[in-house]
């Protein structure tokens, strides 16, 4: 039993001068080995090659077979209580966004990076703070809250307490 006293720089020698029998470090120098070999291999290694090899017997889009095809896939069951629109540009979606806002009646969650003053942003303001003096939860998640950041989206932020703002805690 190896008891140390003092400084700990000559604990960690008298550790490194005990003997080990030498089955141990022929051991842990092979599992040393195969673990470099391992993380290596997975970093330098040739990468999968991802094709699909005969995509002509796809399911088409719509169909059962292409939903259950996604669920293997994505390893997700598919639900289908609700439905979804895509946009393919701001154009169609602050639109659609702002609309939905609007018509909120029991919350509204909406992410955002950062806010910045403009036009579409006022606009998003706007929609926000009437929910939230509606008595509708509105819950705006921005990291980065700045200056920009107007005076009466800040008092409802105070008065209300229904409308949430998560800044960055840095």
């Known amino acids: 039993m190896l008891v140390c006293g003092g400084t700990n720089l000559l604990c960690l ?10 089955s141990l470090v022929v051991l842990g120098g092979i599992a040393l080995f195969l673990m470099t070999a391992t993380v290596l291999a997975g970093m330098f290694g ?7 090899t005969h995509p002509e017997e796809l399911p088409p889009n719509q169909s059962e077979g292409f939903l259950c095809l996604l669920e293997s896939l994505a390893d997700a069951k598919i639900n289908r209580r609700g439905t979804f629109e895509v946009f393919t540009n701001g154009k ?10 609007r018509n909120a009646t029991r919350s509204v969650n ?12 006022g606009m998003y ?3 926000m703070t009437e929910r939230a003096r509606a008595e509708v939860e ?12 107007e005076r009466s989206y800040r008092d409802v932020l ?6 949430t703002c998560q800044p960055d805690p840095a």
């Open 13 to 22: 020698l008298a550790i490194f001068l005990m003997e080990v029998h030498t």
């Open 46 to 52: 040739p990468m999968p090659s991802y094709e699909i």
């Open 92 to 101: 169609n979606f602050y639109p659609a966004e702002l609309e939905a806002i």
């Open 110 to 121: 909406l992410e955002a990076y950062i806010y910045q003053k403009s036009k579409i942003g």
């Open 125 to 127: 303001l706007e929609a």
């Open 138 to 149: 509105a819950n705006w998640d921005m990291p980065v809250l700045t200056e920009k950041l």
């Open 158 to 163: 105070r008065g209300k307490r229904r409308i």
